[in-house]
């Protein structure tokens, strides 16, 4: 849907991005139907003077979940200091910046993680669990960079190999992988609950 508003335009994506904002990956991830911050879809939309709702019904036209994602809002002190936290220290991509309101919305790959300086005084009390295709890789990945591990990376009796961090704020994010046996765990523990 966005694509084809875009064509009828004669835009290309870079010129889509630059009105709307946005990086020329978010545009990308949109035209793919690959889920996005509703703040980076409402600039798509705002730049396509269109509905927001054109959009999210071209984007989940194929799709028969009802639920289509979360992505959270954590809250932070400055949205830009944290930004360019997930950015350098984590990988992450910077989708959107504002300044007034201070708010930011960084993505990499399907994870999308919004930050907002609306409820600073709670900044460092969110919890974020990300699930990532190897945990293993994204730990030796993040080892070398200057952040704060809590804990080590473990097999959790709940199913799940994880280990956790603190971004700049203190808000904790959990980077998980399901283990192999994951519905056996689980069973057990519900089994020894009994």
């Known amino acids: ?10 835009w290309s994506q870079e010129q889509l991005a630059c009105f709307s904002g946005l990086s020329v990956r978010t545009i ?24 927001i709702a054109t959009i999210k019904s071209g984007i989940n036209s194929n799709l028969t979940d009802k639920f289509m994602g979360t992505n959270p809002i954590l809250p932070v002190a400055d949205a830009k200091e944290t930004a360019i936290f997930y950015r350098d220290k984590l990988g992450f991509e910077i989708e959107t910046l ?40 994204i730990y030796k990945e993040l080892s070398n960079k200057h952040i704060e591990f809590v804990g080590d990376l473990s097999d959790r009796e709940y199913g799940s190999r994880d280990f956790r961090i ?18 056996e765990l689980l069973e057990n523990g519900a089994n020894n609950q009994g």
């Open 1 to 10: 849907m966005v694509k084809k508003i875009r064509l009828s335009k004669g």
């Open 166 to 183: 603190r971004d700049n704020n203190g808000n904790m994010l959990i980077i998980s992988s399901p283990l192999i046996n994951q519905k």
């Open 98 to 137: 504002w300044e007034n309101p201070p708010y930011a919305v960084v993505a990499r790959d399907q994870v999308i993680i919004e930050f907002g300086e609306g409820r600073k005084e709670y900044a460092g009390t969110g919890i974020c669990n990300i699930f990532v295709d190897d945990v293993d890789e």
């Open 28 to 51: 990308q991830r949109v035209e793919r139907g690959q889920s996005s911050g509703l703040e980076s879809l409402k600039c798509i939309a705002a730049a396509l003077d269109i509905d």
